[in-house]
């Protein structure tokens, strides 16, 4: 039997640590899944001040707020501190997964991810940073390039696995993008791992799309079912750094992507809470799309956001209408906006860290 959660000043640190320990990160908390295995989340890296004047507006307010009273409330904020300086980078992207081993050998060997960490945490601090009871996670970190994407599996209590159903344009569709330097090499690899199509094949953006032209891009997914993206970048596309030349067919990340049912409302809360930055927008439609999404009559609003480091997030509006996360059944997208405006706004508190989930149910994490 493990010996329970050490007090901070006991506590080791091991970035690196390769062994199953129990290990405790008192300075960070940073630890991004959700309890249910389709849902997916970003860690914000904050500047001190803008953590606690997020927490301390947060605090103002009941643990479950409305959406409208939230955004209200960030005024104290803005007042506070300088919106430009809330966000520092996004440091994680966050999965949960029912067997962490067999992930961790996926992203390994289909997509050359490397292990950096591997440990297991629990303990009340944790238990109020999930807003769930009695969990026990082990949290292995791979990283791709610069970033690093979080897998976690909670050994109790276990969560519910991803639907069958659901589709890309579902609201509770998240993906993330994995810059490649060659689509048809990248494309064979993942044939000769017999992965999962989402689209009918690669797919290349038409000239008419000015923004996206000439990108070439495929989904899958995992083990899990959660939605995989492959992207390439031709020449004046993208980060400058996806030009520049290597010897590996995996390169990064790029993105993540969430679907909304308002842009506008999800603009309010990433970009005007948050303070992430606008990097661009697009509207992308006709069979390229269709085939990538695998989904007839396709329209994207695309809204790409930023912070100063770290992969870009972005936030897609689309249709035809999606199911919200939870709901059986579509909604059109009227009444989608009358929910949204009217849906409660989670939010755990721990120690060294916030999480709290944007209108959608969207979860992030703001840590210091």
């Excluded at 493990?2 to 640590?17: F, I, K, R």
């Excluded at 069979?287 to 609003?301: C, K, P, S």
């Excluded at 956001?305 to 909604?331: D, E, F, I, M, N």
């Excluded at 949204?340 to 999480?355: F, S």
Aim: aromatic residues 8%; positive net charge.
């Amino acid at each position: 039997m493990m010996n329970p959660l050490p007090t901070p000043q006991e506590s080791p640190v091991h970035a690196e640590s390769m062994n199953r320990a129990v290990i405790h990160k008192p300075k960070d908390l940073d630890f991004a899944p959700w309890k249910q295995m389709r849902d997916s989340s970003l860690m914000l890296r904050m500047t001190p001040e803008g953590f606690f004047a997020l927490r301390n507006t947060l605090s103002t307010a009941r643990s479950w707020v409305r959406v409208v009273a939230f955004v209200a409330l960030a005024l104290q904020l803005w007042a506070s501190v300088a919106l430009a300086q809330l966000i520092r980078s996004v440091e994680t992207i966050g999965m949960t997964v029912s067997a962490i081993d067999g992930a961790s050998r996926f992203f390994s060997k289909v997509l050359d991810f490397e292990k950096i960490s591997d440990f297991e945490v629990y303990g009340g601090e944790y238990e109020k940073l999930q807003g769930l009871f009695g969990l026990r996670m082990r949290v292995v970190r791979m990283k791709l390039g610069a970033e690093v994407l979080e897998l976690t599996q909670y050994l109790a209590p276990e969560g519910r696995p991803i639907p069958a159903d659901w589709r890309s344009n579902d609201q509770a569709f998240q993906h993330i993008a994995i810059v490649v330097a060659d689509m048809d090499k990248a494309y064979q690899r993942l044939r000769a791992h017999n992965v999962r199509h989402v689209s009918t094949a690669p797919q290349i953006i038409p000239a008419t799309n000015k923004a996206a032209a000439g990108i070439r891009a495929f989904y899958f997914k995992d083990p899990d079912g959660h939605y995989l993206e492959v992207i390439y970048f031709p020449q004046g596309k993208g980060d400058p750094r996806w030009q520049q030349k290597s010897d590996k067919l995996f390169l990064g990340i790029d993105h993540t992507a969430i679907a909304v049912s308002s842009t506008e409302t999800s603009l309010r809360f990433y970009r005007n809470l948050l303070g992430m930055r606008l990097a661009g927008e697009s509207m992308n439609y006709g069979t390229e799309q269709e085939h990538l999404n695998n989904v007839a009559g396709a329209r994207l609003r695309i809204s790409g956001l930023r912070a100063s480091s770290g992969p870009g997030t972005c936030r897609t509006g689309r249709l035809p209408h999606q199911r919200k996360g939870g709901a059986v059944g579509r909604k059109s997208s009227q009444k989608n906006r009358q929910e949204i405006a009217q849906k409660e706004c989670e939010c755990a508190k721990a120690r060294g860290g916030q999480k709290i989930a944007d209108a959608a149910d969207h979860r992030v994490q703001a840590a210091q």
